[in-house]
């Protein structure tokens, strides 16, 4: 998936996921939530705590 399609996916800017990328933003708790529901891993597994 590139950026500008996971941009779409959850209706930001390509910016804003470059920016959450390189450390210079964060998504939100309500993002991040979304963003592991889509992809259907946990939140451990999205900050690098978990395997799955």
Same mark, same amino acid.
């Given at each position: ?24 933003? !964060?998504? /939100?708790?309500?993002? %991040?939530?979304?963003?592991?529901? @889509?992809? !259907?891993? /946990?939140?451990?597994? %999205?900050?690098?705590?978990?395997? @799955?």
């Amino acid at each position: 998936m590139t950026q500008k399609q996971f941009a779409q996916l959850l209706n930001v800017s390509g910016n804003t996921i470059h920016c959450w990328e390189t450390d210079k933003q !964060e998504p /939100s708790m309500t993002m %991040l939530l979304f963003i592991s529901e @889509y992809f !259907e891993v /946990s939140l451990d597994y %999205l900050f690098g705590r978990a395997d @799955y």
